[in-house]
C-alpha cells in the first residue's frame, strides 16, 4: 500500500486539471480530494482543512481570490499555492497579497508543481515539528525593539499585540530583524522566505513586503521599520 504523505485539496473547475493532476499527486502519495468551484470546497473545508490547498483563481461560484482570503480568516499557517490560467501579474500579485505562499502559471510541468508542493510540506512540517527554522541563529525567540519573534512556534508580536503572519510573511521579517540596520536584497530574501527552492520572483517579495507593512500598520499605524532601500532592497531599522 503507497504511503500517505500528506492530505492535498485541489480546487479546479476544469476536469481534466482535476483529474491529471489528482491522478498524478496520489501516485506520489498524497491524498487528493478535488473540487469543481470555490463553493464545493469550501463547504468541505468547514468540517475540515486539508495539509496544502491548490487553487485556481478563476471559477465558478466563488473565485480563488475569495476562498484564500475566507481560508486565510481560518488560518495563517495553511500552505496555499494558486494556479492561473493567464499570465497576469495583477492576478498573482493580488494572490500573495491576500496571503498565498506561492503560484504556478498555467501550462506547468508536474515535476515543477511537485517540487513546489514538497516544499510547502517542509515549511509546514517545521510549524508543526517546533523547528526553528534553519537559520543562522540558535535561540528560539528574537527580540528587537518593540518587535517579538518566536522562531518555534512561529509567532510575532508587535508593542505587546499579536501579528497574523503567515509563514513566508513570518520567515522574510525574521530575515529582516535577524540583523537590524542591514540592507537585505530581493534575492536574499528570496532565499530566506524560499529556502528549498527559489521559484520565486521579486515582485513576489515586494508583494509580501507589503503585506507585512499593513499588517503592522493595522496595529499601529506609526510602523515604519521595513525601509526599502531603492536599487538594493529592504532593511529593518530599528528606531
Not at 481560518?74 to 490560467?85: A, G, H, K, M, N
Not at 525574521?174 to 528570496?190: C, I, Q, T
Not at 503592522?216 to 532593511?235: P, Q
Amino acid at each position: 500500500m503507497t504511503e500517505t504523505h500528506g492530505h492535498l485539496a485541489l480546487v479546479d473547475d476544469e476536469e481534466h486539471i482535476r483529474e491529471t493532476v489528482g491522478y498524478a499527486l496520489r501516485r506520489e502519495g498524497y491524498r487528493v480530494d478535488t473540487y469543481a468551484d470555490g463553493a464545493a470546497a469550501w463547504e468541505a473545508f468547514e468540517d475540515h482543512l486539508p495539509d496544502v490547498v491548490i487553487l485556481d483563481i478563476l471559477m465558478p461560484r466563488i473565485d480563488g481570490l475569495e476562498l484564500c482570503r475566507r481560508l486565510r480568516a481560518r488560518s495563517e499557517v495553511l500552505p496555499i499555492l494558486f494556479l492561473t490560467s493567464r499570465d497576469d501579474e495583477f492576478d498573482r500579485v493580488l494572490g500573495l497579497e491576500l496571503g498565498a505562499d506561492d503560484y504556478l502559471c498555467k501550462p506547468f510541468s508536474m515535476r515543477e508543481l511537485a517540487a513546489r508542493i514538497k516544499v510547502l510540506f517542509r515549511r509546514l512540517a517545521v510549524i508543526r515539528e517546533g523547528a526553528t527554522g534553519g537559520g543562522k541563529t540558535t535561540e528560539d525567540r528574537i527580540s528587537v525593539g518593540e518587535l517579538e519573534l518566536d522562531r518555534r512556534r512561529y509567532t510575532a508580536v508587535w508593542k505587546n499585540q499579536p501579528l497574523r503572519l503567515t509563514v513566508t510573511e513570518f520567515t522574510i521579517l525574521e530575515a529582516l530583524a535577524r540583523r537590524p540596520g542591514h540592507v537585505k536584497s530581493r534575492a536574499d530574501l528570496m532565499r530566506d522566505g524560499y529556502p528549498y527552492d527559489a521559484y520565486v520572483s521579486e515582485r513576489t517579495i515586494d508583494s509580501h513586503i507589503k503585506r507585512l507593512r499593513q499588517k503592522l500598520t493595522a496595529v499601529d499605524e506609526e510602523f515604519s521599520a521595513i525601509e526599502t532601500v531603492y536599487g538594493l532592497g529592504y532593511r529593518y531599522q530599528d528606531a
